[in-house]
């Protein structure tokens, strides 16, 4: 029986990192014969929470401010099409699905407090204190006209994949 290196791991940061179409053959490359490879990534591009902070962000003073970013990271690709990077990349066992989990939350609020803490990370660390606050408030009036419910269904989609190299 062969000692296997340790596994490396990396929870979280797949979203964080643009051109997954490089990305997972390189992420592939690195495992040995039989090695394992698990990502999950959000896949909540076309969601109300994500299209109204991008859409904020084009505009003045905000855009001016961010010098054209806009999130900066590819969209994330369809289940299939990560299906078929890791065939290309050797992975002869696969499992590649979309599942949602939906979060009921008490409001748009909580919505807000949500992405805050992921998604809108990057617009605060470009804009700063200064033009960060009245970002927040202009995405919290949109989304508390988009969402008047109460309590509020995040459905919240991730893609989860993991793939065995051929041994």
């Keep these: 029986h062969q000692k296997q290196p340790p ?7 797949a979203p964080w990192v643009p051109d997954h179409e490089k990305l997972l053959p390189r992420l592939c490359a690195l495992l040995m014969p039989g090695g ?28 001016s401010a961010l010098g054209g970013f806009a999130r900066g990271f590819d969209p ?5 099409r990560y299906s078929e990077l890791l065939w290309q990349s050797g992975c002869e066992q696969q499992t590649v699905r979309l599942n ?7 409001g748009y609020e909580a919505v807000v407090e949500w992405v805050r803490g992921t998604y809108l990370t990057p617009y605060e660390a470009r804009l700063g204190p200064a ?10 009036r949109r989304l508390a006209m988009a ?3 109460r309590p509020y269904l995040y459905a919240y989609a991730r893609i989860l994949m993991w793939g065995r190299m051929r041994a």
């Design 76 to 80: 994330v690709l369809r289940p299939a």
């Design 100 to 106: 949602v989990y939906p979060h009921l939350l008490p």
């Design 36 to 63: 394992q490879i698990a990502v999950q990534i959000p896949a909540m591009d076309e969601h109300m929470s994500h299209t109204t902070a991008d859409s904020l962000a084009s505009e003045e003073p905000f855009a």
């Design 147 to 149: 969402i008047p419910q």
């Design 7 to 13: 596994a490396k791991v990396a929870n979280a940061s």
């Design 131 to 140: 033009l960060f606050k009245p970002f927040l408030q202009e995405y919290t």
